[in-house]
């Protein structure tokens, strides 16, 4: 009976094995990636040409993925080469261990023996089957008592494409990993290490390993210009970013084609904006055609980044994600999808773009894919223009005129491939016989070439011709070097401090310049422009004992701020810009446009400059209470009392209102939040960082259009939407503020449920219920009288409007705010009766109605108030002024 059975389980088995071999590949994957196991091992991939090498060892290494890489002896007839010098160590240091260990654990064993040449050497290898396969290389510079291999340099070539060019390892400490997929037409294939003049080369081990033929396809899409891209195949690429975007690390262990995906939080932006989501692998199903386990593994679709509190109203913004790369090249960009959010189908539309440009608009993947938890990926090229400075940014963000569903967006992987340059390298400009990429040039190109560089020799004439003028012109005091100032504004003291003909700020000699500027016969009179006092740089080094990292006050795109201490007693902040910021360029630019011509109580001061030395460092009154939100939550400062609360509310409302309309076309703020409103020794208010700032819009015009910049959590949503700004969307960003003061909660907190992650929807809700005395700071329970607490609430509510035609002006809100304190103080003498008035009845006049505001904000509205303000300089900016600012922080789109 027993022999029955057994001879039963051997017929089994052949049947099995057999209707294995029958079914082909797709169905077997479909049905393995729904199967109940968990790892993304479900289809196994044997490629035909499999050459591991671990260089330098003396017995072959088994990795625990499994991988076995063959000894130096094993693989001696591979390379070809008369020396036959190793290096080894018997474990490597914590500290090199300890980079990453998820990802760098598994292949520890390979660096931990070398091969090194003195002179070229080939490694050859026979190819079964021609067609894209994986060239891996890893690098770690081991001791050797005859050879430093850190400053070995040298070069890695094959047949046609440069993989490596005078690449040296910069640190002994640095586990260098790279990863290449070239396309092989022969049935060989060499590896040429060549070693720059009296240098050497080392290598720990290699990979080369087929790759499956669907694993990248000959076609892409195209972003700048929109269109197709064909002739991927002609390319060889190199892995520069591979991400599990909303994972754990994935090591070969996980993959299949022994691929290794970092985590993404790293390369997150904000990551604020992002919030886990993940599913059991299982559950992940591929389509017949298209993305498949070699694609990517199910646990890269799993898993994803949706966008944080994605069910909120208004979710005007996008999750993004940056990498570093090198300018000169185009890059393939591969992204994987999988809907493992949505609750049934046609319910999730987003947008995604790369480095700015809709890459695919409106994307529904319930349509692509027929179902929900079905892997996708799609593939874009972006040129070496399109790469601008050195940077892929990829985002996600709702779809705006959708039919349905539920704003969010959603990302699981992202591939990021370097593709080889005209010379066919993927490192330099050099091709593999060492020719230059000059001589790929046609001649066509090189009269093109020709005529720019004639261009850029009339161009450098001019440019001499207008020096020399400009030195004919000198201002007196010409004679203090490497200034900043007498240059960047113009030099008759009459004329009001305009950048209208500046375009950008550049780095030369020395000095920070204007390419464009006025001249005059005048001379530079800083005080003129409300730039006040100059101080030498020796001065400020002083006052903040050489920059003393530990007397900083906050830290900007511009660069730094420290405390100070000037020689009369004076306490001062002192904004010094760093260089090498561009966004610090702009708003130092913006800022001085500003300060120069704003002065108000309610304004934080500018005291002066210094511009020696290269430096572009300001000088401002120091508020000895610092930011608003330190005495709000997040600190242990005591709790301001109501009334504090409201005088600081109103005096930054004075602020914002002088802006609004103090100036010739008035001035949008763009970034009014509770860390930029300053308190002084006297709890005042004052508005500070203008590094945003933007002139309004002129008479017949109702809005300027621009770049959405601002910080997430204030951002006016019909400004997100439309990119249009005016003053309201400072109303709306005051709005949220005035909430913060009340709950004394940040505006964004992804830690808390869902509902309450936005501070201004979280308030507006219990409001609308009638029980927002629920949610108000514990602290001021008890100390504020009923009609105080209505009336600035109905301020906040109206300045969270939809749309800013219905929101109030900064006035309105300022009127408002004021009879708030007006309550307050009367019910510490009597019980006022509840006010019954709505937000525009308490007005004197309509918005509109100009005779309200004279030259001087802050004059007829203010003398009705109990506490007037005087304003100091009330002049304009020029109408025509350009105001130079960045993306701070926050883009949203």
């Known amino acids: 009976m027993m022999g029955g059975e057994k ?28 199967s109940s196991s968990s790892s993304s091992h479900v289809v196994k991939y044997s490629p035909v040409d499999n050459y ?22 094993q693989s001696s007839s591979y390379l070809s080469t008369s020396e036959n010098i190793q290096a080894s160590v018997t474990s490597l240091s914590d500290s090199i261990a300890s980079n990453d260990p998820s990802l760098l654990s598994p292949s520890l064993p390979l660096y931990q023996t070398a091969r090194i040449f003195v002179e070229e050497s080939t490694y050859s290898f026979f190819i079964a089957r021609p067609g894209r396969h994986w060239v891996r290389f890893y690098f770690f510079p081991l001791p050797h008592p005859s050879y430093n291999l850190t400053s070995a340099t040298f070069s890695v070539v094959t047949e046609s494409t440069v993989l490596l060019h005078a690449f040296s390892v910069p640190s002994n400490n640095a586990l260098v990993f790279k990863e290449y997929l070239v396309n092989v037409s022969s049935d060989r294939f060499s590896l040429k290490f060549q070693p720059q003049s009296k240098s050497i080369a080392f290598i720990n081990a290699i990979e080369i390993t087929s790759a499956p033929d669907t694993l990248i396809s000959d076609t892409a899409t195209t972003v700048s210009p929109v269109g197709d891209f064909n002739g991927i195949f002609n390319y060889a690429l190199e892995v520069s970013y591979r991400l599990n975007v909303g994972g754990p690390p994935l090591t070969p262990y996980n993959d299949t084609l022994g691929r290794t995906w970092q985590p993404d939080l790293s390369f997150l932006k904000n990551p604020l904006m992002a919030q886990n989501v993940s599913i059991s692998p299982s559950i992940v199903d591929y389509p017949s055609t298209g993305a498949s386990a070699f694609i990517a593994p199910n646990s890269v679709y799993a898993t994803a980044n949706e966008m944080t509190n994605a069910n909120v109203a208004n979710p005007n913004f996008n999750v993004t994600w940056e990498m570093k790369v090198d300018p000169s090249y185009p890059y393939l960009i591969r992204l994987h999808f999988c809907d493992i959010v949505s609750k049934s189908l046609n319910d999730l539309y987003f947008n995604v773009y790369l480095n700015g440009m809709m890459a695919a608009p409106s994307l529904d993947l319930s349509t692509i894919t027929g179902s929900l938890h079905t892997a996708h990926y799609q593939d874009f090229v972006l040129n070496s223009s399109a790469v601008g400075h050195g940077t892929i940014k990829v985002e996600v963000g709702p779809a705006s005129n959708v039919p349905s569903g539920t704003p969010n967006a959603i990302l699981n992987g992202l591939e990021v491939m370097k593709m080889s340059n005209e010379a066919g390298s993927l490192d330099g400009l050099f091709a593999v016989d060492g020719s230059s990429v000059g001589s790929w040039f046609s001649s066509s190109k090189l009269k093109i070439a020709a005529a720019i560089g004639l261009g850029m020799g009339v161009m450098a004439m001019l440019l001499l011709a207008s020096v020399f003028v400009r030195w004919q012109k000198r201002p007196p005091g010409w004679e203090k070097r490497n200034s900043f100032s007498s240059w960047l504004l113009p030099l008759h003291a009459g004329q009001p401090a305009s950048f209208k003909s500046s375009k950008s700020w550049s780095r030369g000699g020395g000095l920070w310049s204007k390419s464009k500027r006025k001249s005059s016969n005048s001379g530079f009179n800083s005080s003129a422009f409300g730039l006040g006092r100059s101080f030498s740089f020796a001065e ?3 006052a903040t004992r050489n920059f003393d990292e530990k007397g900083i006050l906050g830290v900007g795109g511009f660069g730094k701020v420290y405390m100070g201490d000037l020689q009369d007693g004076t306490k001062v902040a002192i904004k010094r810009g760093n260089p090498s910021s561009q966004q610090g360029i702009n708003e130092f630019q913006t800022e001085i446009q500003m300060l120069s011509k704003l002065r108000h109580r309610h304004l934080v001061s500018l005291i002066g400059y210094c511009d020696e030395n290269s430096e572009m460092i300001l000088v401002y009154e120091y508020m000895a209470n610092g930011p608003l939100r330190d005495h709000l939550y997040g600190s242990n400062l005591p709790p301001l009392t109501w009334k504090q609360r409201l005088e600081i509310c109103i005096g930054a409302a004075r602020g914002l209102h002088y802006l609004h309309t103090g100036a010739a076309q008035g001035i949008i703020h763009r970034d009014v939040k509770t860390t930029n409103i300053l308190l002084d020794d006297k709890f005042v ?21 621009t770049a959405v910049k601002g910080s997430f959590g204030y951002l006016d949503p019909e400004y997100f939407r439309r990119q249009q700004l005016t003053e309201k969307s400072d109303i709306y960003s005051f709005g949220v503020v005035l909430f913060e003061v009340l709950c004394a909660r940040p505006v964004i907190n992804p ?32 100390s504020m009288s009923s009609g105080s607490l209505k009336k ?3 301020a906040a509510e109206k300045c969270l409007a939809e749309y800013g035609v219905d929101r109030p002006s900064m006035g309105d809100v300022l009127w408002n705010l004021e009879y708030a304190m007006q309550l307050q103080e009367a019910s510490t003498r009597i019980d006022p009766p509840e006010d019954k008035s709505s937000f525009m009845a308490l007005q004197p006049q309509k918005e509109d109605d100009q005779s309200m505001y004279a030259t001087t904000p802050a004059q007829s509205m203010y003398a009705t108030t109990p506490a007037s303000v005087t304003s100091g300089d009330d002049s304009g900016l020029d109408n025509n002024s350009q105001l ?9 789109r």
């Open 7 to 34: 001879r039963v389980h051997t017929i089994s088995s052949l049947l099995l094995f057999f209707f294995l071999i029958y079914i082909p590949y797709p169905a077997i994957a479909k049905k393995g990636s729904s």
């Open 52 to 73: 591991l090498i671990d260089c330098g060892s003396t017995q072959t290494t088994v990795l625990s993925d499994g991988r076995s890489f063959r000894s130096e002896g």
């Open 540 to 542: 400020l080094q002083v």
């Open 685 to 705: 208010a004052k508005v500070a960082d203008f590094g945003l700032s933007k002139t309004g819009p002129s008479m017949n015009q109702t809005h300027v259009s």
């Open 751 to 782: 830690a808390l449920p869902r509902e309450q992650v936005n501070l201004a929807e979280w308030a507006m809700q219990w409001h609308r219920k009638g029980l927002l005395e629920k949610i108000i700071d514990s602290h001021l329970q008890g």
């Open 792 to 794: 600035y609430v109905e």
């Open 884 to 892: 130079f600012s960045q993306m701070g922080g926050f883009q949203g």
